[in-house]
């Protein structure tokens, strides 16, 4: 298992935010991985147009999860209609 970071972009209406956070935390634990830490940033403007939107709501988490595991997510990442943009970034420990 190795420390990531992985930041998400939601976006901002309620409905959808609920539903993509949601989706998203369940993605995670069956993919196996550890959430240690989220914080919300909060809600921002883009720095360019992606779907079609110029506002999301920002989260942090910061995961334990198995390297093999992150391609598998990428896949199922790409599905969620409800997640704006997602990157994950592996922490040095």
């Given amino acids: 298992m190795r420390k990531y ?4 972009i ?8 609920k539903e993509g956070r ?8 069956g993919a196996g991985a550890e959430i240690e830490k989220t914080d919300e940033i909060g809600e921002r403007d883009l720095a360019y147009e ?9 989260a ?9 595991a992150i391609t598998n ?3 199922v990442f790409k599905l969620n209609a ?4 997602y990157l994950f970034v592996r922490k040095d420990d």
């Avoid at 976006?11 to 935010?17: A, L, M, N, R, S």
């Avoid at 949601?22 to 634990?29: N, T, Y």
């Fill in 5 to 8: 970071e992985l930041m998400v």
């Fill in 10 to 17: 939601l976006p901002i209406e309620e409905d959808q935010h």
């Fill in 22 to 29: 949601e989706r998203l935390l369940s993605d995670l634990a």
């Fill in 50 to 58: 992606i779907k079609k939107r110029t506002r999301g709501r920002y």
């Fill in 60 to 68: 942090l988490f910061t995961i334990n999860i198995a390297p093999s």
């Fill in 73 to 75: 997510l990428d896949r």
């Fill in 82 to 85: 409800n997640l704006v943009k």
